[in-house]
């Protein structure tokens, strides 16, 4: 008896809420139908060992139909497909993309998958290290000379196909542009070994190194602090600068920190980010050649 009085406990409101969900179910599935392309990453497990020695797609592209309400968070979803082939051996290997392959919601079906086959050589995996040869195009620009263009680290350790790696004898860097000089003077520019399915076996990314500086300098003061004029709560980015001057050897080591200085100015007082130019004090007999960077974000609090 008691089991029958709650069904019929507020039996109006629990009718109204079925019939909203009827409705929204209704709204949802009746909406118009469309169509549209969703791309899913492709992530191949192989066994140990072994490893891929062609090219694969790294994606997979899924035509899709149904309701735009379903479609719509669909396509905003990350979704992955893991192709096991830990069971598979030494040699040309066949997967099959299935249409179940995705999870999709009620009343979205697949029209299409492209590519819906897949077709990955599998080569016994191997290692060994070989040297980088670091190239350049262009010259540096007049008022600069080239100070340091190197590879780290020099040799590096590479992974990839057995039968690949004994066509490799050295890892050619991308041609460095020596001509477009950054503001810090220095080049940071990742390593690429420009081979597929060929990887880095390093602990930290290999990266090809540059400097230069200016032809009209001949000491450079690094680290030098940055103040703010004014009172105002602030912060900077960065905070230090590298001054590059022109002064006579002996100067140079009497030199102290507090008769240079840099800095900027910021009259501004509302809270905000702001770009300036960094300004800097020298004693006498010292000529400023560069300051690096030249410019500062100032963060006001």
């Given at each position: 008896?008691?089991r029958?009085s709650?069904?019929?406990?507020?039996?109006p409101?629990?009718?109204?809420?079925?019939?909203?969900?009827?409705?929204?179910?209704?709204?949802?599935?009746?909406?118009?139908?469309i169509?549209?392309?969703k791309?899913?990453n492709?992530?191949?497990e192989?066994?140990?060992?072994?490893t891929?020695?062609?090219e694969?797609?790294?994606?997979?592209?899924?035509?899709?139909?149904?309701?735009?309400?379903?479609?719509?968070?669909?396509a905003?979803?990350?979704?992955?497909?893991?192709?096991?082939l830990?069971k598979?051996?030494a040699g040309?290997?066949?997967?099959?993309?299935?249409?179940?392959?995705?999870?999709?919601?009620?009343?979205?079906?697949?029209?299409?998958?492209?590519?819906?086959t897949?077709?990955p050589?599998?080569?016994h995996?191997?290692?060994?290290?070989?040297p980088?040869?670091v190239?350049q195009?262009?010259e540096?620009?007049?008022?600069?000379?080239?100070?340091?263009?190197?590879?780290?680290?020099?040799?590096?350790?590479i992974?990839?196909?057995?039968?690949?790696?004994?066509?490799?004898?050295?890892?050619?860097?991308?041609?460095?542009?020596?001509?477009?000089?950054?503001?810090?003077?220095k080049?940071e520019i990742?390593?690429r070994?420009?081979v597929?399915?060929?990887?880095?076996?390093?602990?930290?990314?290999?990266?090809?190194?540059?400097e230069?500086?200016?032809t009209?300098?001949?000491?450079?003061?690094?680290?030098?602090?940055?103040?703010?004029?004014?009172?105002?709560?602030?912060?900077?980015?960065?905070?230090?600068?590298?001054?590059?001057?022109?002064?006579?050897p002996?100067?140079?080591?009497?030199?102290?920190?507090?008769?240079?200085k840099?800095?900027?100015e910021?009259?501004?007082?509302?809270?905000?980010?702001?770009?300036?130019?960094?300004?800097?004090?020298?004693?006498?007999?010292?000529?400023?050649?560069?300051?690096?960077?030249?410019?500062?974000q100032?963060?006001l609090?």
């Open positions: 008896m008691a029958v709650f069904l019929f406990h507020n039996l409101w629990k009718i109204l809420s079925l019939l909203v969900a009827f409705g929204i179910w209704f709204v949802v599935m009746s909406s118009n139908s169509e549209m392309t791309e899913v492709l992530e191949l192989v066994p140990s060992g072994l891929v020695a062609n694969v797609p790294d994606r997979v592209s899924f035509r899709l139909s149904g309701s735009k309400f379903f479609l719509r968070t669909l905003n979803s990350l979704d992955t497909i893991h192709v096991d830990t598979a051996k040309p290997a066949y997967y099959r993309i299935e249409k179940d392959s995705l999870h999709l919601p009620i009343g979205v079906r697949v029209l299409s998958i492209s590519p819906s897949i077709n050589v599998l080569e995996l191997d290692r060994r290290t070989v980088v040869e190239q195009k262009n540096v620009p007049n008022g600069y000379r080239l100070v340091k263009l190197y590879a780290s680290p020099k040799n590096v350790r992974k990839g196909p057995r039968n690949v790696l004994e066509t490799i004898s050295q890892i050619r860097s991308e041609p460095v542009d020596l001509s477009d000089v950054p503001t810090t003077l080049w990742p390593l070994t420009g597929p399915n060929v990887f880095f076996d390093e602990d930290t990314e290999p990266k090809i190194m540059a230069v500086e200016p009209g300098s001949n000491f450079r003061v690094a680290g030098v602090p940055i103040r703010v004029t004014g009172s105002h709560s602030s912060s900077l980015k960065p905070d230090k600068v590298a001054l590059y001057v022109n002064c006579p002996n100067l140079i080591r009497t030199l102290t920190p507090d008769q240079v840099a800095y900027v910021v009259p501004e007082t509302k809270a905000g980010t702001y770009v300036r130019e960094v300004k800097v004090e020298l004693p006498a007999g010292v000529k400023l050649v560069r300051v690096v960077p030249d410019r500062v100032v963060i609090e």
